[in-house]
């Protein structure tokens, strides 16, 4: 059952017994918004959308390449730590410029997500900032392998720690909960946001190594596809064990 039809029964539930009262005193508990659901049952996350930041174009190369090992060594961190589940870059050819990474983190309180990711270094130094957004996701991300510490980009004949995959942006609703069905093991996870800038949109994590693959993809199952959102990202092989 999805999170949202979960909340929706857990609605009507609320207002069968308000309406099967014939006392007017009777006290009924608010109805629980789908995030509150799926905190309780252990399904909510945060998902961090880190952005190119005010300082990025006044850096050089000497300061640059000792953020980008600060940030590397901070993301290796969390990752022990069991906070950060996912996470990767979003390479070109971008959907939207200044994003540079999407990554999900083991907490439903975004306070907590966002004192956690701001003190990246690469946000200290204003080379990146952070978004953090309240994330629903209809998949336990706790149970997938754990990311792989020092993870890289597939290149020629090396040992593959990570590789492209697609995350796939589109409007939050039952049309979308049966697409993704009908993508199958092609959908790795999903899951959708309740707040923030993306309040209402479901991202998919799409097992296609490229936008065109993707898109492909989607065009066998909708008529017209290019009006998702594509999100060319890399991250941990391991995603591949979601289904």
Not at 49 to 72: F, P, S
Not at 154 to 163: L, S, T, W
Not at 178 to 191: C, N, T
Request: proline share 4%; aromatic share 6%; charged share 20%.
């Amino acid at each position: 059952m999805s999170i949202r039809s979960l909340s929706g029964l857990l609605a009507l539930s609320v207002l069968s017994a308000a309406c099967s009262s014939t006392s007017a005193s009777v006290e009924v508990a608010p109805e629980l918004s789908a995030f509150d659901v799926a905190t309780q049952q252990g399904e909510a996350y945060c998902m961090v959308i880190m952005r190119k930041g005010a300082a990025a174009d006044h850096i050089d190369l000497n300061e640059l390449g000792e953020i980008t090992q600060a940030h590397l060594d901070f993301n290796a961190k969390m990752i022990e730590e069991g906070m950060l589940l996912v996470s990767g870059p979003v390479v070109a050819p971008r959907a939207e410029r200044d994003m540079r990474s999407i990554c999900i983190l083991d907490t439903a309180d975004t306070r907590e997500a966002y004192a956690r990711a701001c003190t990246d270094p690469a946000c200290e130094t204003g080379m990146l900032r952070c978004e953090v957004l309240p994330f629903v996701c209809e998949d336990n991300l706790r149970a997938m392998p754990g990311m792989e510490r020092g993870m890289r980009m597939e290149r020629g004949v090396d040992q593959v720690y990570a590789r492209p995959y697609v995350m796939v942006q589109m409007p939050s609703s039952a049309a979308t909960d049966a697409v993704i069905e009908l993508m199958g093991d092609a959908a790795l996870f999903s899951g959708c946001c309740t707040g923030g800038e993306y309040e209402g949109m479901t991202f998919v994590a799409c097992n296609a190594r490229t936008v065109s693959d993707a898109r492909d993809m989607m065009g066998t199952i909708v008529n017209h596809p290019e009006e998702f959102v594509y999100h060319p990202w890399i991250s941990t092989q391991a995603l591949k064990q979601m289904n």
